[in-house]
Structures are given as C-alpha cells and as structure tokens.
C-alpha cells in the first residue's frame, strides 16, 4: 500500500458526460502529479500540482482540468468524454517536487 | 529529461538474479536514474535512484557506470512476483539537490520481466 488513495477504482459513464476523479496524498506530500495510462499511449503525465498551485503540465486536454484543494488532495475533472478517454488514471504523490514519488492504484475509466 | 533505452523484454529463473539495463547516454551531470515497475495496471512502485555512486536497498541494487550513461537494476534473487514493466527513467535531480525539477516522470515502453518458476 503506497498511501496514496484513489477514488473510484471503477467509472463506466457515457461519451459527452463529466466525471471527477479524486485523490488523496500521502500524509505529509504537498505534491500530487496525474497520469493517464492507456493501451496505445502507455504513461503519460498530464498535470502536477505543488502545495495548492499548479506547477507542471503535460499532454492535458483542454477538456480536463485539475485542482488541488488547502487539504492537499486533488480532483481530475474530465468532461465531454470521448471513447478514447477510456484508460486508467493514476495519482502520484511526493513530499516535495522531485523526490520519489508514490502511485496510487488508479481509476479505470470505462467511456461507452 | 534525457531519453533511456531499454530492451523490451526479457526472462529470468526463479531465484537467480535479474539484471535490466538501461542506456542514458545523453544523461547530463545534474540527472539522476529511477527506476519504477509496474504490476499488472497496478499503480507503478518506485524502486531505487542514484546519481552516480551505486546504490541499494531492500528491494534491489542500482549500478551506474562511470560515465554515467548506462545503469543496471539488479533484483538480487527475482521471485514469481516480480514479474513486472520496468522503467528506467532519468529526470533533473530533485530541489533538495539543487536542482530545479517541476518532478514529473517520462515513461517510456520499459522492459517486461517474466520470472518463470
């Protein structure tokens, strides 16, 4: 167990609706990043949150968005779902930018 | 960050040691090499890192060359259950360091590992 909690483990929604996805940090990490992980893209990061601000982004589609609340943990909103939304979403903590991080055990996302 | 090469995939007997390399040789002198594994869609488990001098811990030995753009994990006596993805992974060193990494890792393909009985 890395500590790092992830809710739902699984989403089955519809194309065109909006999820969020939420999780919760180790005790004690201020940084959270998020991970999209799908059968032909593999692990891509998507966005890193340090202590409240954003702080990196990758290849995020303007469809989703991220926030980190004063509590430290993080929502992944994802809207007008696709298809190819479908993957498995993973939130990874560290205590500070830079130092190892720990995975949760994700989100299946299932769009139909 | 710079890239890694690493072979796809590779086997090893139960009990005897597994040894996956990684290429880095375009590593610059403030990047340090993580290794992280993945089980199964399970979350990835970060592993071991060091910048040059080898390193070990309870799950595994790092060893860096000299010249730093290659490294080896070394899982000292591999188990059904290690049978995993590795990633070898070179990022900027962390803020603590001096450097001023944002943290984010790049995944590449990594190298399937079947540890068979």
């Known amino acids: 167990d890395s500590g790092v909690t992830q809710t739902p483990k699984h989403l089955i929604t519809a194309t065109g609706q909006r999820v969020t996805l939420r999780c919760s940090p180790r005790s004690g990490d201020l940084s959270v990043y998020w991970y999209q992980q799908s059968l032909d893209q593999g692990l891509q990061f998507l966005i890193q949150?340090?202590?409240?601000?954003?702080?990196a982004k990758g290849n995020i589609l303007e469809r989703f968005s991220a926030q980190q609340f004063p509590d430290l943990h993080s929502e992944l909103n994802l809207s007008s779902l696709e298809l190819g939304d479908s993957a498995l979403y993973f939130c990874a903590s560290s205590v500070e930018p830079g130092t190892e991080a720990f995975f949760g055990q994700g989100t299946r996302l299932t769009v139909v | 960050d710079a890239k890694t090469t690493q072979p796809p995939s590779m086997d090893c007997a139960e009990g005897r040691a597994a040894n996956l390399p990684c290429n880095h040789s375009t590593i610059s002198g403030n990047e340090y090499v993580y290794w992280y594994r993945q089980i199964h869609s399970q979350g990835p488990q970060y592993i071991i890192h060091?910048?040059?001098n080898n390193e070990t811990n309870e799950m595994a030995s790092l060893i860096i060359t000299e010249d730093r753009k290659s490294s080896t994990l070394i899982l000292p006596h591999a188990t059904l259950r290690d049978t995993a993805v590795y990633y070898c992974?070179?990022?900027?060193?962390?803020?603590?360091?001096?450097?001023?990494?944002?943290?984010?890792?790049?995944f590449g393909q990594g190298t399937i590992l079947t540890v068979h009985p």
């Open positions: 060091g910048l040059k």
């Open positions: 992974i070179v990022r900027v060193a962390p803020r603590g360091a001096g450097g001023t990494s944002y943290g984010k890792l790049t």
């Open positions: 949150y340090y202590n409240g601000e954003e702080r």
